[in-house]
Nanobody
Framework: QVQLAESGGGLVQAGGSLRLSCAASGRAFSNYAMGWFRQAPGKEREFVAV????????SYAGPVIGRFTISRDNAKNTVHLQMNGLKPQDTAVYYC???????????????????WGQGTQVTVSS
């Protein structure tokens, strides 16, 4: 059974940083793209970032370009999201995902994905 477990969320002031981690188990994920979505209260889940199977290619949503960095460690079955320059509008529950149909850093819709973590809350105060 595939499990994705996020950690690293918390409360931070605007301008601060957080590093999210996602640990995968139950399936070899090194051949597949991994990424992050987020969902703010009352809003739809939105794409944040994706990384290719090798880590050599990444894609980001416009609002986070230049502030967030996605990385992965296939030896440890983990993917990370380094978030710098956080803004109150970054406040959301952040979800890790695995895309078992793709290996490249392709932006996808949340409805196409079947493997999600439980989410980790990120709150940015102004």
């Amino acid at each position: 059974q595939v499990q994705l477990a996020e950690s690293g969320g918390g409360l931070v002031q605007a301008g601060g940083s957080l590093r999210l981690s996602c640990a995968a188990s139950g399936r070899a994920f090194s051949n597949y793209a991994m990424g992050w979505f987020r969902q703010a209260p009352g809003k739809e889940r939105e794409f944040v970032a994706v990384i290719s199977w090798s880590g050599g290619s990444t894609s980001y949503a416009g609002p986070v370009i230049g502030r967030f960095t996605i990385s992965r460690d296939n030896a440890k079955n983990t993917v990370h999201l380094q978030m710098n320059g956080l803004k109150p509008q970054d406040t959301a529950v952040y979800y890790c995902y695995a895309d078992w149909s793709k290996s490249g850093a392709v932006v996808v819709e949340a409805t196409t994905l079947s493997s999600w973590g439980q989410g980790t809350q990120v709150t940015v105060s102004s």
